[in-house]
């Protein structure tokens, strides 16, 4: 239909960029990657796509050296490279670019752009010369800044873009962007997308690690993706519509996620609505960090919280759970009026709360699953009541069973699981205290495909067996599915509140966007 | 399959068992123990007893790293404690003066616990104050002298025997029993763990954080207390200027030997003993062996640097990648 669709110049590009083969790795008799090939043509954007654990890092740090690979060949641009770290593969042209952004954030963004090879005279940096460069550097991606301010003070996408710019000042003709749009908003996603366009033109390969399908289908020309450590297809972006594109990662089939899904939507709309509130706030708040606020949370009815980063969604939670202490405004819970100062009252209020950053205030990476299932419900209990051995066992396994739990091995440090099932142990351990409300911030960002469809089946479920739930989500196509209320924030106000016909995609985009505070504040 | 060691401990085990070869090769009477006027007699007995200050202070120590935190004041809170033992031991009877002793190291110990828990000092800057100030204290209570006792009470509790065992030993092994059943019979050592391990999460999972700290270095203080009057027993006075000088560091040395992580989270009771006792035969080894006393400390050095790297993850890897033990 397009004149994209001839298929003979696409597939057989005389002189692809990049070509990796046979990539085999294993470790300790594991095999994480398995006889993987991949191809990048010039100034091809290709999606490398898996849920977590099929060897997409794997593969990245074999292909840069960061890990030796059992066996595989590597060439660029026909002549063979071996790089042994990522120092020798920079050298090569291949730049890496990683989620958590590895600059020095105390550092100006000049000398960030030039760390290492600042332009000298008799030994002396010339700051001025580097300022000047490093701000032409940057206008080529349309990026005017004060590249004198120290680096932490820009937006993550800001320093992405820095990370990418160095990279690519660094004579890089292959740039791995691994999973850089995780923590991005939508309108950062799209200055990001600009500079990927522009080192698209210039001819640059470009490896896009990602788990949001709607980028791939923006940005990328190619996707492979991989599973189990082994290859499970490459193709097109034109050739693979999105439903095959799940099924090639998830080799398995969807459809039932989707029917429970519609069938819990009724049920959770018949309970929502008439069951008392279970915790109210009224004009709650904490001054200049979210303005005050109205928030009734009731049994089997899911608030969903929508706006962009840094709207005040995350702050709404905190001060909900007693993470942060409100300074104006009461919380009432079962009729009474409490004092929510610290998560351990929330604790035994009932209250149960997944943050957002996982690794950092999530799990405790080096003790095992069992122990980190376990802990809220042993804080709960105090120290002079501990849970034996035989309990913690039963507990850790039954989850595991529940929420398959992957590998299903209650001794294994959690920092080894993967992030999905990180997310679902800390999931575990608010359930094993079998809370009354349910504070979920992002539960599904950075999970793949697989678990991200089970955690809304979760959410679903739990909701009908009469939980509250006060859900945090960047993702508004999820939010509709399961939200019976979504509040709308906007520099950290509460601006819009939606019920029941009116929750949709276009009306929580529009209030995010709407000029003046929209919505009403109802009862 | 082949017999596979424990994951953890062996390191530090064989590390005590060796130095303790070492030793009997230098003096080959070093496992004879013998038994007069019922107390039993040895260098292995001497290890032991002349190791419980510091094993002692590490049973304090290891909770206090293993919440990410750590305590210089050890050595100065002896040094108190001591102070006040022997100024009390001749004119008080034995449980008013063990009490002020203990309630002293229990106040320097929840000062630090404050300090750190409620007004978030750096644990290292929170107890150098006590470490600096505590020794000026010890000095004001003996009034700059070395002061001596004679209560036969105070005194078997540094250089008694119960069944043979000298007493510094008994109360040592009872302490240790005694810091298990509290640590490791409830939940504390797991919400110690999960604290030292990643504070923010085990705040927001409702684990009580503050309290854990407060308490924590309060039992490093009464650890304290308890090395301080073991110590002034055993020499039947106190001394305000050297008792229990450094041994704040060779009780951190014996947690961190112990296989304590300085970064908080996993640790082990048993294993910082160990430690404690793998320093203390070292010590005797090179009084022993007959080498000046100063080598000890470049010994001591060495023998830490072998059991440290011997701990090493990266080391071990490098290890088996040599040795080609892993497919």
């Known amino acids: ?523 | 399959m082949s017999l596979r060691l424990p994951r953890i401990g062996t390191s530090q085990v064989v590390a005590l068992l060796v130095i303790l070869a070492i030793n009997w090769v230098v003096s080959p009477q070093f496992f004879d123990i013998r038994l007069q006027d019922g107390r039993l007699f040895g260098s292995l007995i001497d290890v032991l007893n002349r190791g419980a200050p510091v094993a002692i202070l590490s049973l304090g120590m290891v909770l206090v790293i293993a919440m990410r935190g750590i305590d210089l004041s050890v050595g100065a809170v002896m040094a108190i404690c001591g102070a006040i033992a022997a100024s009390l031991a001749d004119s008080y009877p034995l449980p008013v003066v063990l009490a002020a002793a203990l309630g002293a190291g229990l106040a320097c110990g929840l000062w630090n616990g404050f300090l750190v828990a409620v007004l978030g000092i750096q644990p290292i800057v929170a107890t150098l104050i006590l470490m600096v100030a505590g020794r000026g204290i010890a000095q004001l209570i003996t009034e700059g002298r070395i002061v001596t006792f004679t209560s036969p009470e105070l005194a078997f509790l540094g250089g008694g025997s119960v069944l043979g065992l000298p007493t510094p030993i008994v109360i040592t092994l009872a302490l240790l029993a005694l810091t298990l059943l509290i640590v490791r019979g409830t939940a504390l050592g797991l919400l110690i763990e999960a604290t030292g391990g990643n504070a923010r999460a085990a705040a927001l999972a409702g684990v009580g954080t503050r309290l854990i700290t407060l308490a924590v270095y309060a039992w490093c203080g009464l650890c304290a207390a308890i090395a301080g009057i073991v110590a002034a027993a055993d020499i039947l006075g106190a001394d305000a200027n050297n008792a229990g000088l450094w041994l704040e560091l060779d009780a951190i040395l014996a947690v961190v030997i112990g296989g304590t992580s300085l970064f908080g989270g996993r640790f082990s009771l048993v294993l910082a003993v160990v430690g404690a006792l793998i320093i203390q035969a070292m010590n005797t080894g090179i009084l022993l062996s007959g080498f000046p006393p100063e080598t000890n400390l470049v010994v001591k050095a060495v023998v830490v640097l072998a059991v440290l790297l011997a701990q090493s993850p990266r080391l071990a890897g490098l290890g088996s990648n040599l040795f080609g033990r892993r497919a």
């Not at chain 1, 669709?5 to 990657?33: I, Q, V």
């Not at chain 1, 100062?341 to 957002?356: D, M, N, R, T, V």
């Not at chain 1, 739990?405 to 001794?411: L, Q, T």
Request: proline residues 4%; charged residues 25%; aromatic residues 4%.
């Open chain 1, 1 to 523: 239909m397009t004149p994209s669709d001839t298929p003979t110049d696409d597939r057989r590009d005389p002189a692809p960029l990049l070509e990796l083969a046979g990539f085999s790795k294993s470790f300790a008799g594991f095999k994480a990657l398995d006889g993987v090939r991949l191809t990048l043509r010039h100034g091809e954007v290709h999606a490398l796509l898996g849920e977590n654990g099929a060897g997409k890092s794997t593969l990245i740090k074999c292909m840069t050296g960061v890990v030796h690979r059992d066996a595989g060949t590597l060439r660029l641009d026909g002549a063979l490279i071996a790089p042994r770290s990522a120092a020798e593969a920079t050298q090569a042209g291949l730049a890496t670019v990683y989620q958590e952004v590895n600059l020095a954030p105390n550092l100006s963004v000049a000398q960030n752009l030039f760390l290492g090879r600042q332009p000298t005279r008799f030994g002396l940096v010339r700051e001025g010369e580097m300022r000047r460069r490093a701000a032409a550097v940057l206008a080529g991606f349309d990026l005017n800044i004060d590249v004198a301010a120290p680096l932490e003070s820009y937006s993550v996408a800001v320093q992405h873009i820095v990370a990418i710019a160095r990279a690519v000042d660094q004579s890089a003709r292959v740039l791995i962007l691994d999973e850089p749009t995780a923590s991005l908003d939508a309108h950062e996603v799209e200055i990001l997308f600009a500079v990927m366009r522009k080192l698209k033109a210039r001819g640059i390969g470009i490896v896009f690690v990602t788990h949001f399908l709607d980028q791939v289908y923006a940005i990328c020309d190619r996707i492979t993706v991989l599973r189990n450590g082994r290859l499970a297809g490459s193709a097109t972006t034109a050739e693979l519509p999105r439903l095959d594109l799940v099924k090639m990662m998830l080799g398995r089939e969807l459809a039932h996620a989707t029917a429970e899904r519609a069938l819990a939507a009724a049920s959770g709309e018949a309970a929502g609505g008439r069951e008392a509130a279970f915790a109210a706030f009224e004009g709650y708040g904490k001054a200049g960090y979210v303005a005050p606020f109205d928030l009734a949370l009731r049994p089997g009815h899911v608030v969903g919280l929508a706006g962009l980063l840094g709207s005040g969604r995350t702050e709404t939670t905190r001060l909900v759970f007693g993470a942060a202490t409100a300074d104006t405004g009461t919380a009432i819970v079962d009729g009474a009026k409490v004092a929510l100062a610290s998560p351990a009252e929330a604790l035994h209020l009932g209250f149960g709360y997944c943050p957002e950053e996982r690794k950092t205030e999530g799990i405790v990476a080096e003790l095992t699953v069992r122990e980190n299932i376990v802990l809220a419900l042993q804080a709960k209990r105090g120290a002079l009541k501990p849970l034996s051995r035989r309990e913690q066992d039963e507990i850790a396994a039954r989850f595991i069973r529940l929420l398959d739990i992957r590998p299903p091995d209650p001794e294994r440090p959690i920092g080894l699981l993967s992030g999905g099932n990180q997310q679902k142990a800390l999931l575990a351990r608010w359930l094993a205290t079998q809370p009354r409300l349910l504070i979920l911030d992002e539960p599904t960002r950075g999970i793949d495909v697989g678990a991200h469809a089970e955690i809304i089946a979760l959410i679903r479920r739990l909701c009908t067996e009469g939980m509250a739930l006060l859900v945090v989500s960047s993702e508004l196509e999820e939010i509709v599915t399961y939200a019976d209320e979504v509040i709308v924030l906007r520099d950290r106000h509460h601006v819009a509140r939606l019920t029941g016909e009116a929750i949709t995609v276009p009306g929580i985009l529009a209030a995010i966007a709407a000029d003046a505070p929209a919505g009403e504040q109802a009862a």
